[in-house]
């Protein structure tokens, strides 16, 4: 796989826009090219813009605790567009309130998410992992 | 559509309601405006948020108030409740969940029932339109203080009519800081236009003798934001809501961290906002402040959230800002859990009440900071209200499409984005780059050698790299963001 | 007994530590001088007090250090351990059991033998006399950072024997500040002469190449004690301890509350004795600052402890010290956990980094409020220079006998206590009765007036009921002392 | 009975001056005759205070976490003194560490005080106690 294209966005009714802002800085810099659809984003952009720009992956933001709701069926509606072995990662504060990690990261992960991440984590982090999984995926 | 600056006549407003109450259910609950004013007139003193303030403010003192809301409405009884009688709240919130914010009524439905069935809130606020007006009604009757309605909702129209009708005496937001923050694709001149509706609104209450107080969202985007940015959208705001008949007003202002910044821009908010309403003919508002506890990043650790929550509550204290509003130790992980709340707000009102007979004195310190604060935010006000020909409403739209105003790290497609701020050598906030702010030569100067001190200090050229380590500094323990 | 102020000739040391050593079984482990030396020449320089303070002087960097003591030898290590990992501590402490503290080993032997077979600490300290040289050791080997003992010490004559050879770098405590706020019954002739021992034999280690920091006990009783008061107890023991040859010396403060007034008092306590020791002809002393965290009552609420550590740490950080003492969320309950001190640290280390960068910037009020502490301080030093015919040992002396100096609620009938502090309007402490201190008219007048508003305020007149008020204040969540 | 005298002191190796000057002022507004042996007092002196000066009660503080080894015995020892049915009152920071109060207080109680308070009691509370155990006792 040559694309080194990545979707990010925030999504649902989130309009948390600064941590979007060092994501695209964050990956531009680490050599991807970043197609950033912004906050208040739906699943059905996320995955138009994925197909648009042959994109390897999408980073899914949510900072505001509706992250189960909003990202329920979003492997589904790739699948349904032909891009069902896309990589999806998600992180933020993904539920409500104060929980522990464990069960929090297996809902995601039994969402159809590859990876999922905690609040405070560096862009370093998932920027590594992306760069891992791409390679294994060669 | 053209926006201006004007007062609406009172027909323009029960004309447009009549749409506004049709876009969902509960919106015929509160047709009969002369039954919400009634409502409100019923409701004791010290249950009114603009008279509790007024006190507050006679009396220098510092009222704590937490943010807090669920999705269904004992439990949002219970936790206000809780955070009345054991957080010692001195005022209390609504906060609205972010779907009723979009006007996705039919999504904040569907959290309502989830939340039922699966036993937890999935609603990250309280939807009050889903809940109409009895449930609201109820909300107010089970608390002893005046309750506000705490959002982020750019088309607030209906919220506000089931609000007002429902007993809230307080009403957070406005055209421009709950749209550039809050929104992607909305225009300012649609945002001003429906805040225009809100004000209208209120002004008709207070007309037939009901006091609602009105809050601009002080903090924008909470991130670095420089003062004279913060206090230039906030002032706009007065203006607008004091041309539409609202006599009664708080500014806010988002913490910065600097002691000596965050004491100026408490102080100068009051003092600019006081000459700009009174310039344009609002004599008489009854001018309050609100601070903002630290709204960038938190430390995941709850003791160090502790210093955060206590420096935050130092520096309201020492500013003699009329309320301050709270964060919580939990705040890195998301939502708290009422318990948390509550530490964040007894640990505040500790502080507040040790310090609420000391000031931070006049030093050459604050005089400057405080100059340069006014200096700014005139000229910021001074071309919005030119480019507007002499309307502030046209001023805004124009300021915000030609980057005289410029909020950092906005979502709004109809922000400009080109400023670039950053901390300099002592925390304060100053502009990396100023974008497209019309600030004088000597402004621009006093900026540039700010940053170039610390550059020289961190032995590096400023970038957007360091704006990068100051969001994530106060999450690792610092406040300014040094290469390690 | 004449105690006087003289360089003490090291035979005279060596005599007497003959006896010392043979008070309790374990100080013939320390009978060879020259090993301890040896011993403390192999400490890594990281592990030195005296030169990790010079480096956060020189830096601007306020320091953190906890209190913390058990009874038992690998629990100690583990708690001082856990401060160190998981408080971020830069400094440790050896606080010591009340028993020690008075040279009662044998029940001190008693508490250790009943924790162990208990299961848990049943002594308030570590008992480092009855451990021994090789346990003291490990404790000090298990640890990344300096040690100091912390205690409370009429006569700590073979603690200090003890701590010096096992490699402690520090050592807390004076000839007045551990006797006044902790004997009933001891003159100060002979605990200025006990620790003119102690100093004598710092001195020595000093004269053989060994660093070793000296502290004398600023807080004193941690009652409403006046700046002035603790700063000329402090500057005495500076100058008893300099002549006896140690070279570095840390002056302690206890927070009063007031900004303006912490501030001043860390910033003069520096400059003043400074000034007396070079009249003294103790010149290239390595003088540093400790500020305690609050020493009066707490809160029972932790949430509300963390905001009266917080105040501390922000006092702290803005006054400059070089180091910190910090209290914890447990304060109120006596004794804490091990998690419940780190949270302490964690959340002061919080503030004193974010405030790293800050200053509380020159003002007429605190330029005030500094000159007015040197007056008095220099006022009450000047007459006990005076009464002891130009020797500042027997002028100690004196000087409580005659209440020149007098310390607030102190337990010892060897201080007057004729004086009574309580805060005035703004929570600065003041004097409501001077005693017997020798103030001029310009300075009681001062504190007249400062308390005369505070009770025209509380339309009532200054008593001992106002200063009761004062010491529950911080408990009940205020600083002064209002009636409700 | 109609003394009014007391004693009161802090036990032990207990140097907290404070609080004793406060009860001291506090129970001498309320009337009663206070003889305060001050700190660092020992049983046999809180003993032999009493018996002087014919005190129907004595008030204990201690505030350094050592209560428990300082006071087992206190009760044999006015037994001993002939003054076996003085009112013994303890209070302050009576144990080592954060504890649950019941268990605490329930340990003093076996060991013979009359009764045993938590931290930061207001003097006021152990005031009214008095005068409703001595008119009790008449």
């Known amino acids: 796989m040559s694309s080194n294209t990545i979707v990010i966005g925030v999504i649902g009714a989130d309009v948390h826009a600064v941590g979007n802002k060092i994501l695209d800085y964050a990956f531009t810099q680490a050599g991807f090219k970043v197609v950033n659809i912004g906050v208040l984003a739906s699943q059905e952009e996320f995955v138009k813009a994925a197909v648009e720009t042959g994109a390897v992956a999408i980073l899914v933001s949510s900072l505001y605790g509706h992250g189960e709701i909003d990202c329920r069926g979003l492997r589904d509606k790739c699948e349904e567009a032909g891009i069902g072995d896309i990589l999806l990662y998600v992180g933020g504060n993904l539920v409500v309130g104060k929980k522990e990690w464990e069960p929090v990261k297996k809902t995601f992960l039994n969402m159809g998410f590859d990876r999922a991440y905690p609040p405070g984590t560096a862009p370093e982090t998932s920027i590594e992992d992306l760069k891992n999984d791409l390679s294994q995926g060669e | ?484």
């Open chain 2, 1 to 484: 559509m053209e926006v201006v600056n004007k007062k609406w006549p009172i027909e323009k407003l029960f004309a447009q309601r009549e749409e506004i109450l049709k876009t969902w259910e509960t919106g015929n609950e509160v047709a009969d405006i002369k039954k919400g004013i009634e409502y409100q007139k019923s409701i004791p003193k010290a249950k009114n948020f603009a008279k509790k303030l007024k006190e507050a403010k006679e009396n220098k003192v510092t009222l704590v108030q937490p943010r807090a809301g669920v999705a269904l409405v004992n439990e949002h009884i219970a936790l206000l409740q809780f955070l009345q009688d054991e957080g010692g709240a001195d005022l209390l919130p609504s906060t609205i969940d972010s779907y009723t914010r979009q006007n996705r009524y039919a999504e904040a439905q569907k959290g309502i029932e989830e939340s039922v069935s699966s036993g937890r809130s999935l609603l990250n606020g309280f939807p009050a339109v889903n809940h109409g007006l009895e449930n609201c009604r109820k909300v107010v009757e089970s608390l002893k203080s005046p309750v506000q309605v705490r959002h982020g909702t750019p088309d607030a129209r209906l919220l506000a009519e089931i609000a007002l009708a429902a007993g809230f005496t307080d009403y957070e937001g406005g055209g421009i800081s709950y749209n550039i923050p809050y929104a992607k694709d909305v225009s300012l001149e649609k945002t001003i236009y429906y805040w225009q509706y809100v004000d209208r609104l209120v002004g008709y209450y207070q007309e037939n003798g009901v006091e609602i107080n009105r809050e601009p969202f002080g903090p924008l985007t909470g991130t670095l934001v420089p003062p004279s940015i913060s206090h230039s959208v906030a002032i706009l705001e007065a203006i607008l809501a004091a041309e539409q008949g609202v006599m009664n007003l708080t500014l806010g202002y988002g913490q910065c961290g600097n002691l000596i910044q965050d004491v100026a821009a408490i102080q100068t908010l009051e003092e600019l906002a006081e000459e700009y309403l009174v310039n344009n003919g609002h004599e008489n508002r009854q001018l309050t402040t609100v601070f903002h506890q630290w709204m960038g990043g938190f430390p995941q650790d709850e003791a160090k959230a502790f210093g955060v929550i206590s420096w935050g509550a130092s520096a309201a204290a020492l500013a003699k800002a009329t309320k301050v509003i709270v964060k919580t130790p939990h705040e890195a992980m998301g939502i708290p859990t009422k318990e948390a709340n509550a530490q964040g707000l007894r640990t505040t009102k500790q502080i507040i009440n040790m310090l609420k007979d000391q000031t931070l004195p006049e030093s050459k310190q604050l005089l400057l900071e405080k100059e340069m604060i006014k200096k700014e935010t005139r000229a910021i006000l001074d071309a919005t209200y030119k480019i507007g020909e002499g309307d502030w409403a046209k001023g805004a739209i124009r300021a915000f499409e030609s980057g005289i105003i410029d909020i950092p790290f906005a979502p709004s497609r109809f922000n400009a984005g080109r400023i670039l701020p950053a901390r300099d050598n002592d925390g304060a906030i100053r502009l990396l780059d100023s974008g497209d702010l019309p600030l004088t030569k000597e402004i621009q100067d006093f900026h540039n050698e700010k940053i170039a001190i610390r550059g020289k200090a961190e032995d590096r050229d400023p970038s957007f790299q360091m704006v990068i380590d100051d969001i994530y500094a106060i999450g690792k323990g610092f406040l300014v963001g040094r290469p390690s």
